[in-house]
């Protein structure tokens, strides 16, 4: 799993290289091959193909177990190259080593025994699907069908993204939304006909102003605007502004009242004008009675290989939000221990990759 993993953090592929993306769609495709599955490259044009491993798919008795994750990260080409894998104290650093090079390691391990059990003809029930998509980190908006019409086919998801510090699943996410709201205004000069001019820069601070009181911390609810801009000259009255909102919410109620209180926005200068796009992106993982009791059985196949599983939340969301919003139990988190997802000191800690595999490797056998 070490040379799996140190590998895999020495191919750089950032969300928009297809190139990339598809040449590890077809190294990974081979191992899994290699291990009995049979694969599928799901042809996409405007991003990199996903993967699609299946075994034992003439388990027919049952739905499948689909085993999630992505192969796209947050570092652009060359950062490999730059900050090749390393070991040291007791940890494996890197480009995308936490998020989710680490997760697709669990894969191939659990592949290479299912490929033992397959030798032995061990019986099984279930299909084991493992799906690979290619843009999770944008937003997963080539993907998200595929994800969903397998989710629907499946008794369960296990999704390996990172653990929470420790080892914990996550069982609530928040969903995320993103707006873009641009003010129009009227341009004038600012020492001559001042009065003349609408300010598209004083329109969006004043919405900045009222996003920011839709903060609601009880609920997990938070607003954040990323970008702001707008404006030519510092004399000239601006007739346009822009900025990027970002919303996370803990659940799907909140997210619709959000949306719609966004695009319901109204200008508060005479004579400005807005433009308002976008919506929800990822709806929330809720923690609903059917994910807690898909945890405690979890939580009890751990213990019985000496594992205490334990379960928190994150503001962030994957593609587990899509399939727990299907209402197909989802367990997310089940990726190696580690810490710093999209950050210079990310890392994967070594001695939890045995422990990550046969937890994953129990689940998908006896779930």
């Known amino acids: 799993m070490i040379q799996w993993l140190t590998a895999l953090i020495n191919l750089d592929t950032p969300s928009d290289q297809k190139a990339a993306l598809d040449a590890l769609a077809e190294r990974l495709g081979k191992q899994f091959q290699e291990c009995g599955a049979e694969t599928e490259l799901v042809e996409n ?16 008795e049952k ?40 997760g697709l390691t669990l894969m191939l391990a659990l592949a290479s025994y299912l490929s033992h059990l397959s030798e032995r003809r061990a019986p099984f029930l279930r299909p084991i699907t493992i799906l690979v998509d290619s843009d999770e980190e944008v937003g997963s908006q080539t993907s998200r069908v595929l994800i969903e019409n397998e989710a629907r086919q499946s008794e369960a998801v296990l999704v390996l993204e990172p653990c929470l510090p420790g080892g914990a699943l996550k069982t609530l996410r928040k969903g995320v939304g993103n707006f873009v709201i641009s003010a129009k205004g009227v341009a004038a000069h600012s020492g001559v006909d001042y009065h003349k001019g609408v300010s598209a820069i004083q329109e969006i601070a004043h919405q900045i102003v009222d996003l920011y009181r839709l903060n609601d911390f009880q609920k997990g609810t938070t607003i954040n605007v990323g970008t702001v801009g707008g404006g030519s000259r510092s004399n000239v009255i601006a007739d346009h502004a822009r900025i990027e909102v970002d919303l996370r919410i803990a659940s799907v109620a909140e997210g619709q009242r959000l949306a719609n209180h966004i695009h319901q926005l109204k200008p508060q200068l005479e004579g400005a004008r807005l433009e308002i ?28 290989i000496g594992i205490d599983l334990q379960e928190g939340s994150t503001g962030g969301a994957s593609d587990g939000c899509f399939t727990a919003a299907l209402g197909v139990p989802t367990l997310d988190g089940l990726g190696p221990d580690g810490a710093g997802p999209h950050a210079l000191h990310e890392h994967v800690l070594i001695a939890s990759l045995a422990s990550r595999a046969a937890l994953l490797t129990q689940l998908v056998l006896r779930l």
Do not use: C
């Open 63 to 102: 739905k499948q177990i689909l085993v999630l994750g992505h192969m796209d990260t947050v570092w652009e080409v060359g950062e490999s190259q730059r900050r090749p894998a390393r070991v040291e104290g007791g940890k494996i650093y890197g480009p995308g080593a936490f998020d989710m090079r680490g």
């Open 277 to 304: 796009t976008g919506g929800i992106n990822r709806p929330p993982l809720e923690r609903t009675d059917q994910i807690v009791q898909i945890f405690k059985r979890a939580r009890s196949l751990a213990a019985e």
């Open 45 to 60: 044009r405007k991003a990199g193909n996903h993967l699609i491993a299946r075994f034992f798919p003439g388990s027919q």
